[in-house]
């Protein structure tokens, strides 16, 4: 007689101590499971619904301000210190954890135009309309002293904008010209200029220091070497740059915010084509910033809405707006990558989440595991006409909703009289050109 006995192997479901999880068998043959697909769907399209109910973006309104805000700026080494610059010469420190102003400062006469932190944080640096740059504590003065910048520069023409380099106690401010400060002098070590317009705005690369770019009012965006002393090439577009950002992670791309409502990004060694060109919003971009990450960026716009790019995607993942919000002038993405600071025309700085759906606070094991779970459903089935639909879906405010309306009509239209002009002439004689190209004027070296 044969009898068959059943023979299992210990180690394939004990467990060593207590500590360990349970063992569970598993088979994961395909045809056990017929309906692995559509539950996956349902659980997907759940998902998708739920993080649509559960965006609510809008975390605090910083209001103190009596004029508009003109310029933000980020504490290098705290995350709860962030810098503002208003229309009436006043600059604020605010704590975000607290949501309150710790210190009032009337540091110009007219508009503080730009602001930046030293790279240490033990001091920042405003420029104004009374053609001065200073020099401030981060601390506040000590009991019984006066509120007075540690240094003053008066030069001879208004400045526009100032950023410090990210490692040395070098500074660069912008006028009628680019101008490089170490913060021992009075005077700039050189000065730099390429055209005869004002420039609105000049940056450091946060991974080439020497490296800095600046645009112009005559459309221009200009690369500066600091070693050479000289400027290294520019790119003139259609319309007037408000200012660029350069990504904190790939050395050589740079995104600028244009007039003409669209975001161009750039690669500085082939500036003859744009990397991509991120068309969104429905007025002029004033002011763009980059995630720590380097994979988005958050762009201002005059239009009272900020806009999420992936930065390889023409289109916005997300827009903020509230009915109050108007103008939007400056946007700062916090160094730890979750917040998005706005600064608008009606005096206050708005902080939003940067991923509109996500709870804030400490999680559990299980509520991140289901939140994995969750986004990795999403990523699979994003390309699915329903869940894509839901994902996608935006309410927006009346007046951007019609002129996005009227822009398509008119950019249908010019397609159109492209097409037509192209059929209706000898062939090669109307160049075809990409929409990446059209509007870029020159590259001068």
């Known amino acids: ?60 309104s910083l209001d103190g301000h009596r004029d508009g805000v003109n310029c933000l700026a980020k504490h290098p080494k705290s995350l709860a210190t962030v810098l503002s610059g208003a229309c009436d010469g006043e600059v604020r420190i605010w704590n975000l954890t607290k949501r309150n102003c710790i210190r009032t400062i009337q540091a110009h006469e007219g508009f503080v135009r730009g602001i930046c932190t030293r790279f240490c944080g033990s001091s920042f640096f405003t420029v104004g309309d009374d053609k001065t740059v200073k020099q401030w504590k981060m601390d506040g003065p000590g009991f019984g002293e006066e509120e007075e910048p540690l240094h003053t520069i008066l030069g001879k023409t208004v400045y526009t904008g100032i950023d410090h380099h990210w490692k040395e106690g070098i500074f660069a401010t912008c006028g009628q010209q680019v101008d490089i400060w170490d913060e021992q002098k009075t005077s700039p070590i050189c000065s730099m200029t390429w055209g005869f317009d004002s420039i609105s705005s000049v940056k450091f690369n946060p991974i080439e220091t020497f490296l ?72 002029a971009v004033l002011d763009v910033d980059y995630s720590p990450t380097g994979k988005e960026f958050v762009s201002a716009s005059f239009d009272k809405s900020i806009r999420i790019f992936p930065v390889d995607k ?53 509520e991140k595991t289901a939140k994995d779970y969750n986004q990795k459903l999403k990523e699979k089935f994003q390309y699915h006409p329903h869940i894509k639909r839901i994902a996608r879906h935006r309410h927006l405010p009346k007046p951007i909703y019609s002129q996005i309306q009227e822009q398509r009509v008119m950019k249908e239209a010019r397609r159109r009289k492209e097409v037509n002009r192209l059929k209706h002439s000898k062939p090669g004689s109307v160049p075809i050109v990409s929409e990446k190209k059209k509007h870029v004027v020159a590259v001068v070296k």
């Open 314 to 366: 023409s289109r916005s993942r997300e827009v903020y707006h509230t009915k109050r919000m108007q103008h939007v002038i400056c946007v700062k993405w916090t160094s730890d990558s979750k917040y998005i600071m706005c600064g608008s025309d009606e005096m206050n700085i708005r902080l939003w989440k940067a991923n509109a759906s996500e709870k804030l606070g400490v999680l559990t094991s299980r």
């Open 212 to 283: 800095l770019g600046s645009c112009a009012s005559d459309r221009n965006i200009v690369l500066y070497d600091m070693r050479q002393a000289t400027p290294l090439k520019k790119v003139i577009l259609d319309m007037r740059t408000n200012t660029i950002c350069w990504n904190p992670m790939e050395a050589f791309i740079f995104t600028a915010a244009n007039e003409d409502y669209n975001l161009y990004t750039f690669d500085m060694r082939a500036l003859d084509t744009p990397v991509m060109v991120h068309m969104d919003h429905v007025s």
């Open 1 to 60: 007689m044969k009898v068959k006995m059943l023979s299992r192997n210990p180690d394939n479901y004990v467990r060593e101590t207590k500590l360990d999880l349970q063992r569970v068998p598993r088979n994961y043959d395909p045809t056990l499971h017929p309906f692995e697909v559509p539950r996956e769907y349902v659980r997907a399209l759940n998902a998708t619904k739920l993080e649509r109910v559960f965006a609510k973006p809008f975390l605090a």
